[in-house]
T-cell receptor, first 115, second 114 residues
Framework: NAGVMQNPRHLVRRRGQEARLRCSPM?????VYWYRQLPEEGLKFMVY????????ESGMPKERFSAEFPKEGPSILRIQQVVRGDSAAYFC?????????????FGSGTRLTVV | AQSVTQLDSQVPVFEEAPVELRCNYS??????LFWYVQYPNQGLQLLLK??????LVKGINGFEAEFNKSQTSFHLRKPSVHISDTAEYFC????????????FGSGTRLSIRP
């Protein structure tokens, strides 16, 4: 029973390029959450998705960032026209449909470096 | 909206000494509380959680935490630490809701000295 799978583990992009981060939740989990961790900082909530629905995107920057969780396939966090300040670790977590009090299972993260 | 405060950004302790990592939360409704651990270059792993019932919660690796509603605290403790406990520890809170996200504190870096 695989856990939350994130890929790639490391991603290097030049300024202005696009970054696509993928997350496959645990089997049986239908809720996906994305967090960003800047160097020496805690985890900041970005977005909460269920299949084909964005439930809460209050932590997403207004521009360049988008997320989706299609009916089939992994959840994708997309960053357009990356800048140096986007360099961070991006973590995905998942929880089952009735997530109340469950807590999350986290992936190992994608470390994005913008050069 | 809920929030979490971890007062200590770093806590150095000697091996086999006891440790307490402090956490205070703020919320206008009932909450669930969590402690997660992050080892270098890894994701977060759930240490323990408080949902309801007994205020003393035992987790993995010998850690425990006590929920204090009047002080809105959820401090993490271990009676005797090991070198392998060196990591970042995050306190987190979630409101009672099927559509609620978890909010994390800024973390406490625990460093163990031999």
């Amino acid at each position: 029973n695989a856990g939350v799978m994130q890929n790639p583990r490391h991603l290097v992009r030049r300024r202005g390029q696009e970054a696509r981060l993928r997350c496959s939740p645990m089997k049986g989990h239908s809720h996906v959450y994305w967090y960003r961790q800047l160097p020496e900082e805690g985890l900041k909530f970005m977005v909460y998705l269920q299949k084909e629905n964005i439930i809460d995107e209050s932590g997403m920057p207004k521009e360049r960032f988008s997320a989706e969780f299609p009916k089939e396939g992994p959840s994708i966090l997309r960053i357009q026209q990356v800048v140096r300040g986007d360099s961070a670790a991006y973590f995905c977590a998942s929880s089952p449909p009735s997530n109340s009090g469950y807590g999350y299972t986290f992936g190992s993260g994608t470390r994005l470096t913008v050069v | 909206a809920q929030s979490v405060t971890q007062l200590d950004s770093q806590v150095p302790v000697f091996e086999e000494a006891p440790v307490e990592l402090r956490c205070n939360y703020s919320s206008s409704v009932s909450v669930y509380l969590f402690w997660y651990v992050q080892y270098p270059n890894q994701g977060l792993q759930l240490l323990l959680k408080y949902l309801s019932g007994s205020t003393l919660v035992k987790g993995i690796n010998g850690f425990e935490a006590e929920f204090n509603k009047s002080q809105t605290s959820f401090h993490l403790r271990k009676p005797s630490v090991h070198i392998s406990d060196t990591a970042e520890y995050f306190c987190a809170v979630s409101e009672y809701s099927s559509a609620s996200k978890i909010i994390f504190g800024s973390g406490t870096r625990l460093s163990i000295r031999p």
